[in-house]
Every structure is written in C-alpha cells, then in structure tokens.
C-alpha cells in the first residue's frame, strides 16, 4: 500500500530525470542528438500515467500537480529548446547575431510553455473535469520537435532531393517553432488522452477508439521502420485535427446564437406589431 501510494510520484520524478539527461546527451553532441529525442519520448508516455494513476488510487494533490508541471516545463519545454539550438548552431560558422536570434526563436517553447504550465495550475480544478486542454499541450510540442529532429537526422538528404529544397532549413522550422510555441497559450481546445473504458460516455468511447487504430498504426508502421514517420504523421492529425474541431465547433456554436437572436427579433417585431 506504501510503494502505490509514491508510485505517480516515481514517474513524475522519472520523468524529469529523463529531460535531465535528454539535455545532458544533446550537450554530448549531434551523435546523441536522437537518443535525446527517445528520451523525451518516454518522458512524454510516463507523463500521460501519472496524473491518472494518482487520481484512480486516489492520492492526486497540489503538489503532485505542481512538481508534475516542474518536469514538464524541464522535460517538454526547456529540453526540446536546447534541441533546436544545439542542431542548428555552430559557433565555428555562425556569427554572434545568429546566435542571438537563434536563442529567441529556440526559447520561445521554454517561454510559451512556461506561460501555459503556471495558468494550467491556476485553472486545474475545473478544467481537470473538461475533456479538453486549453492551449497545446507541453508533451505535444515536445513530440511535434522530437519527431522533426528524428526525421532531419534520418531523410533529410532523401527529402531534399526528392523537394529538391532543404525542407528542414532554419526558417521553415523557426516559423513551425513559433507557431507551436503559441498555440500552447492560445484558447483552441485539444483533446486529452481518453480514458481507458468505453463506459464512461461516447465522445470518450470514440477518442479511444481513434487512439488504439492509431496505436494500430503507429506499431505496424514502427515494424517497418517508420516509427519517425508515423509519430510525425499522428501529432500532426492531432494538431491539425483539433484546430480544426474547434474552428467548426466556434462556426456552429455562432450560427446557433445567429439564429437565436434571429428569432428573438422577429418575435419582438410581431409582438410591437400588435
């Protein structure tokens, strides 16, 4: 009973050691550039247990949330930060201006994710209960970096000839970065990882459905030697998907209020009729 009681805890704690030393093996070099991203990886996979392991064994608290948000901002922000700046800078090559610049652009997923952590932890009580995050969350960021970095190691020279561009250069991925970067405190809503029973509602029920034929997916793909092209594939669906979920769901929810309003004034127009 005293080791499950410190079990959310220990993969919290495991989490944040992996983000330690994910940013210990980038510091090594590009040879360990993608070993880092695997670590980052599993840190996002115990991330996605923790919180539901305290609340089922019922032990969630305040400072649970609050060292789970420390490893996320170390594991998921500052980390997949230090990434993008060790990959593309070279102090041999590049002046000091660039290396400022690059800071910037590097420190926006740290600085955004900050933002995002800190007013998660003030808004946890109701949107814990909603089925929805507002803003990006800080493990989908770090996968959408991971995955990116993953793929520039592995296809970058087979992508480059078949674009015949440098789909990877500073500039395409600086404004992918910041893009990230902000929708992680923005206002769209993205969905949460679904519970694992179909017997809680039918929304629940359908998200888990679509997460093991990903699930599906992602394993026959990872057979095959695609497991970077799939990851890439999936966060880019949850992305895209739930960015545009929420524009639809705003454009109904408005026509409804259109046509509410609509018919309260026609019948305040019938009614000065008489």
Excluded at 40 to 53: H, M, R, T, V
Aim: glycine share 4%.
């Amino acid at each position: 009973m005293q080791v499950k009681k410190y079990l959310p805890s220990l993969l919290t704690l495991s989490n944040l050691f992996l983000g330690f030393l994910a940013i210990l093996y980038i510091n090594r070099g590009a040879n360990y550039f993608e070993t880092a991203c695997y670590l980052i990886l599993i840190s996002s996979l115990l991330d996605a247990f923790d919180g539901k392991l305290a609340r089922k064994i019922g032990i969630a608290s305040e400072f649970g949330k609050e060292i789970d948000s420390l490893a996320d901002l170390i594991s998921f922000c500052l980390a997949p930060s230090f990434l993008i700046f060790n990959i593309y800078y070279n102090s041999s090559t590049h002046p000091e201006l660039f290396f400022l610049y690059l800071g910037f652009i590097s420190s926006l997923p740290v600085l955004m994710g900050a933002i995002r952590l800190a007013r998660f932890n003030v808004t946890h009580t109701t949107d814990s209960k909603k089925g929805y995050f507002i803003g990006l969350p800080s493990p989908a960021i770090a996968i959408a970096i991971c995955t990116i970095v993953m793929l520039k190691i592995k296809y970058a020279e087979q992508l480059t000839e078949y674009f015949n561009y440098n789909i990877f250069e500073l500039n395409i991925i600086a404004t992918i970065i910041i893009l990230l970067s902000f929708l992680m405190i923005g206002k769209i809503q993205f969905s949460k990882f679904p519970i694992i029973s179909f017997n809680v509602d039918r929304q629940n029920s359908i998200r888990l459905i679509l997460l093991l034929l990903a699930i599906s997916i992602f394993i026959i793909s990872s057979i095959n030697n695609l497991f970077e092209v799939s990851l890439f594939f999936l966060i880019l669906y949850y992305i895209i998907s739930n960015i545009l979920f929420h524009f639809i769901d705003n454009s109904i929810r408005l026509n409804k209020l259109k046509q509410k309003l609509g018919r309260k004034k026609s019948s305040h127009e019938s009614t000065n009729l008489y």
